[in-house]
């Protein structure tokens, strides 16, 4: 790890040493969230069709700081969001049984490789959980499925390295990452953790007249995490995204996971979820 920080120091020099440009809330995102990561910020919905479930996104990201040199780009900015877990609607409003919370900040510092990008972030996030009242039975006055809640919390760090090639009509980014909890609860959950994935996208249509595109996608996330055994979690999506990629738009997607429950009042549970889905960038 310190051996990682100073070549980070060192890359810091070499850009300071060039021609800077300051911006306060600079437009757009220099890193988009990964489609595949359940704990990136999105707005948008997943229906689960085996049972009506619904997974509830409400989440942004947004760049307070950027900073531009000749061939690099540093970011400093903040994250939002939660989702929660739909298991039916009565009384006209949904039921919410669970609910997964993160708030923290991010910085990102990136470099030109010819016409490639390669890309370091790094997350520092409180995550915790709770289950909410669609999970008492208020008749009985207990909680459902004999189920009580736990105190679920992670506080994490996350180093993700992303390399981006860019085509006219299509892209690639393929990335790894690492993570520690400083503090977990419950204390058998293991602090460290891994990810690898990739996000393929391909141009269907492109018009400048209506400054339109369409973009067709893959991405792939698998984690490896120990829950309290280290286990293998998969998620895949497939999906159309109506706007520029790399910009505001609605996406519209297939999504199949394997692995620890994401709502993490639940995370003992192995699970297979296939879901029909949409999320909105506001980037």
Known sequence: MKKIFLIFLLFLSQMFAQETGFELMPMGLHFLPLKANMQESRLGILYFPDNANLKVDIGNNVDIIGLSFNDAKISFGIEFMAYALSTNYQGRRLQIDALDGFFGGNGTVSFLLNNDKLFFRFRIIHNSAHFVDGHFDFTKN??????????????????????????????????????????????????????????????????????????????????????????????????????????????????????????????????????????????
């Not at 520690?180 to 996000?199: A, C, D, F, H, N």
């Open 142 to 283: 207990i909680w459902k499925k004999n189920i009580e809640p736990i105190p679920f919390t992670q506080d994490f760090g996350e180093i993700t390295s992303a390399y981006v090639h860019e085509k006219t009509n299509y892209g690639l980014k393929a990335f790894t990452s690492i993570g520690y909890s400083s503090l977990v609860r419950p204390s058998l959950i293991q602090k460290w953790w891994s990810t690898l994935g990739y996000e393929l996208n391909y141009k269907i249509h492109d018009s400048e007249k209506s400054n339109s595109e369409i973009n067709v996608f893959l991405s792939s996330h698998i984690k490896l995490i120990g829950m309290p055994k280290y286990k293998l979690n998969y998620n895949n999506m497939i999906g159309v995204k109506f706007g520029s990629w790399d910009g505001k738009g609605v996406v519209f997607y297939l999504d199949y996971y394997i692995g620890n429950n994401y709502f993490s009042e639940y995370y003992y549970n192995r699970i297979k979820k296939f879901g029909i889905g949409f999320f909105v960038d506001f980037i």
